[in-house]
């Protein structure tokens, strides 16, 4: 965290359900004693948290109780922008965004946006939102070099409802690092080694020819003088639709690493090496948008 703000990051995404709802109030530690108005804080709704049938999903009670908890557990009066975690098919549309426009409305969120949503859920939102006089500004869903499922119309959906994307996991779960070679075994204490956080890393682990393919991106980096991860995170900063590219550091030196990515500009000759290089094994169907 300290090395994100002297980086000049401010704006910092959490969830309630990240660690069972710790990871808020780990946030909400480090940032005491920053200048509120300097930072922007996120954080989203919808997966359970706790044993009952209103911990979950984005009916009206659990959105307005789950906001207040993750007020307290953040230490702030309000969140910058407060996100719907996935699409609620068991609740009514007008029912959730009703919900969140009285958040809106009552000042403990200035903007809501949604993740993993499909491109006709966000048409949905977004109109509903006009209508409520709040603004849906943002989707964020996966997306790297690896993974483009929301270029063919998530991207350009949003784009006529002046929505942008915040993506996670620029880095395809550190694949794009290159340090997962074809044929050998994960690096003892890599994130796929973690049986938490592997499970969205094994897609792009079950075949070598993801490996072999990811390895062919490292000559396109040298030749820019940057490093994989650095080469990966300019990529999706590339889509104009694109606002920003969460970074999942653990340790500082990741994030003086990835923050260089910031302002590099690729041009057509190298996101065409890129896709070359990558060839078939990039995954590009919509259907595969995040239901779990």
Not at 106 to 127: C, D, F, H
Not at 191 to 215: K, M, N, Y
């Amino acid at each position: 965290m300290r090395a994100a703000l002297d980086a000049g990051i401010t704006t910092f995404d959490t969830a309630d359900v990240y660690a069972g709802t710790k990871a808020e109030s780990v946030l909400g530690r480090a940032l005491a004693g920053q200048r509120r108005e300097g930072l922007e804080i996120f954080t989203k709704v919808y997966w359970p948290t706790g044993p009952g049938a209103n911990d979950r999903g984005l009916g009206r009670k659990h959105i307005i109780e789950s906001c207040h908890a993750s007020l307290r557990r953040l230490q702030t009066d309000y969140v910058d922008l407060y996100q719907a975690h996935r699409y609620d098919e068991t609740v009514p549309l007008e029912e959730t965004m009703t919900a969140f426009a009285d958040l809106v409305r009552s000042g403990k969120a200035l903007y809501i946006g949604v993740s993993e949503w499909r491109a006709e859920e966000i048409a949905a939102g977004a109109a509903l939102a006009r209508e409520l006089g709040i603004q849906l500004i943002s989707n964020q869903p996966q997306y790297s070099m690896l993974w483009r499922v929301i270029e063919d119309e998530v991207v350009p959906t949003s784009e006529k409802e002046g929505v942008s994307q915040i993506v996670w996991s620029p880095l395809a779960q550190g694949v794009l690092t290159g340090k997962y070679l074809p044929g050998e075994q994960p690096p003892a204490g890599s994130r796929a080694t973690d049986p938490e956080a592997g499970r969205f890393i094994q897609r792009f682990l079950a075949d070598d020819d993801v490996l072999t393919r990811v390895q062919r991106l490292r000559p396109i980096a040298d030749d820019l003088g940057l490093t994989m991860a650095q080469l990966a995170v300019a990529w999706v900063l590339q889509n104009r639709n694109v606002a920003a590219a969460i970074i999942g550091a653990t340790r500082p030196e990741q994030v003086h690493d990835n923050v260089k990515a910031a302002g590099v500009t690729l041009d057509d000759d190298v996101l065409k090496r890129i896709d070359e290089a990558l060839g078939d094994v990039v995954e590009r169907d919509p259907a595969k948008t995040a239901r779990g």
